[in-house]
């Protein structure tokens, strides 16, 4: 393996499911600007916005997440396009 290709600053890290609150902890190198505590322990938190938690094809469920209103706004931009 080249050496010095790798980060070195791999360290645990919380990655948030923000649209089920849902929180799992692994070693990642990501920068963050925010820190969350689980069990007495500080860890920097990564949100994101879907995973495995609540993404249809691991969940089984055809669920629509939309946390931005992405939806809406298109149906709002393009509802009068249909006619």
Request: overall charge positive.
């Amino acid at each position: 393996m080249k050496k010095s290709i790798h980060p070195e600053n791999y360290r645990l890290v919380a990655f948030k499911d923000m649209s089920n609150d849902t929180v799992f902890i692994t070693r990642s190198c990501t920068s963050t600007k925010e820190n969350i505590t689980i069990e007495g322990v500080e860890y920097p938190l990564v949100k994101v916005e879907i995973s495995n938690t609540s993404h249809p094809f691991y969940t089984g469920k055809m669920k629509l997440v939309d946390t931005a209103g992405r939806v809406d706004k298109f149906y709002q931009r393009y509802a009068n396009k249909k006619k």
